[in-house]
């Protein structure tokens, strides 16, 4: 795992006594392959920084914001935010990058907020069978995750592991992508899934990235 480590670095070099900020007690940042472009993914180290306002909202009506239980189902990994950055630095590493992608599951208007280093954006729309027809659903089985169709069945014993997250763990996005490709016969141990999302990722005060920076 290609981690830049800083910690000690980065309390050595503080400007004042406040003490560093790190990811864990071994790692201070890392840096992910985000649109070709290496970022530093760390948390802010302002000690008065507060979530956003978009991940503030404690009381979303349910249905639809209902909180999603720790294991979506059957095979399928749930993952933390340590886990969830192993996956991003592999995904930029050129012998995982055709076995492994990270996931952004929301619509653009959420995504021009900020995304997560590291992550491609598919809309959740994309992979929903009442928002998209077979023939984009396919595209993406085999353009993007690698599955190949074979006799009108799907193949994946070469396909991706994919990684999926949205908003949180009151987000329904990436749960019903995950259960539609369930229902494809896509492999559950090749599917994880980062139930914390957005909202956690903005609590921990962790790097975000917006489209075009």
């Given at each position: 795992m ?8 980065a ?6 006594d ?5 990811i864990?007690?071994?790692m ?8 070709g ?15 956003s306002?978009?991940?503030a ?14 294991k979506?189902?059957?095979?399928v990994e ?5 886990e ?8 930029g ?13 929301r ?21 929903n069978p009442?928002?998209?027809?077979p ?10 995750f690698?599955?190949?169709l ?12 994919l ?12 749960p019903r992508?995950?259960m539609t ?15 914390g ?5 903005e ?9 075009g920076?």
């Amino acid at each position: 795992m290609a981690l830049v480590i800083l910690l000690a670095a980065a309390a050595a070099g503080a400007a004042d006594d406040t003490p560093p900020v790190g990811i864990s007690s071994e790692m201070f940042s890392v840096e992910v392959l985000h649109e070709g472009k290496m970022v530093t993914i760390q948390r802010a180290q302002a000690p008065d920084n507060k979530v956003s306002a978009d991940y503030a909202l404690t009381s979303r009506p349910c249905p639809p914001f209902c909180i999603r239980p720790i294991k979506l189902a059957p095979g399928v990994e749930t993952i933390g935010e340590l886990e969830m950055i192993d996956y991003l630095v592999k995904a930029g590493q050129p012998e995982h990058k055709q076995a492994l992608l990270v996931i952004d599951s929301r619509t653009p208007d959420w995504v021009a907020k900020g995304t997560i280093p590291g992550s491609v954006n598919i809309p959740w729309t994309l992979l929903n069978p009442d928002t998209s027809d077979p023939l984009t659903i396919a595209e993406i089985l085999r353009d993007r995750f690698g599955a190949v169709l074979e006799d009108e069945l799907w193949d994946y014993g070469a396909a991706r592991t994919l990684v999926f997250y949205c908003n949180g763990m009151w987000c329904g996005q990436s749960p019903r992508n995950i259960m539609t490709l369930l229902r494809y016969g896509y492999p559950a141990h090749k599917i994880k899934w980062y139930r914390g999302g957005m909202q956690d990722w903005e609590v921990l005060g962790l790097t975000t990235i917006k489209p075009g920076d």
